[in-house]
């Protein structure tokens, strides 16, 4: 059951760093004049998304696993 938990929240990680990177690049864009602001809102959006699912995921599990979760991530 845990695992499964600690999966959950990995996977929440890495769809949240993939959308922090793809923001990075949407930026750059921008200042070349070559995207639109409301594709960075959006970006934005599911990134508030997972940071707020990421909380939520972490409020319910002990410090404990937090810490194992932290080392299984690579995360410091």
């Given at each position: 059951?845990?695992?499964?938990?600690?999966?959950?929240?990995?996977?929440?990680?890495?769809?949240?760093?993939?959308?922090?990177?793809?923001?990075?690049?949407?930026?750059?864009?921008?200042?070349?004049?070559?995207?639109?602001?409301?594709?960075l809102d959006r970006i934005?959006?599911?990134?508030?998304?997972?940071?707020?699912?990421?909380?939520?995921?972490?409020?319910?599990?002990?410090?404990?696993?937090?810490?194992?979760?932290?080392?299984?991530?690579?995360?410091?």
């Open positions: 059951m845990m695992k499964e938990i600690e999966d959950k929240v990995l996977e929440v990680i890495k769809e949240l760093e993939s959308w922090e990177k793809r923001e990075k690049k949407v930026r750059l864009r921008l200042e070349k004049d070559e995207a639109d602001i409301s594709e934005n959006e599911q990134i508030s998304h997972y940071q707020s699912l990421l909380h939520d995921m972490k409020k319910k599990m002990s410090s404990t696993d937090v810490s194992r979760m932290i080392f299984r991530s690579g995360n410091p």
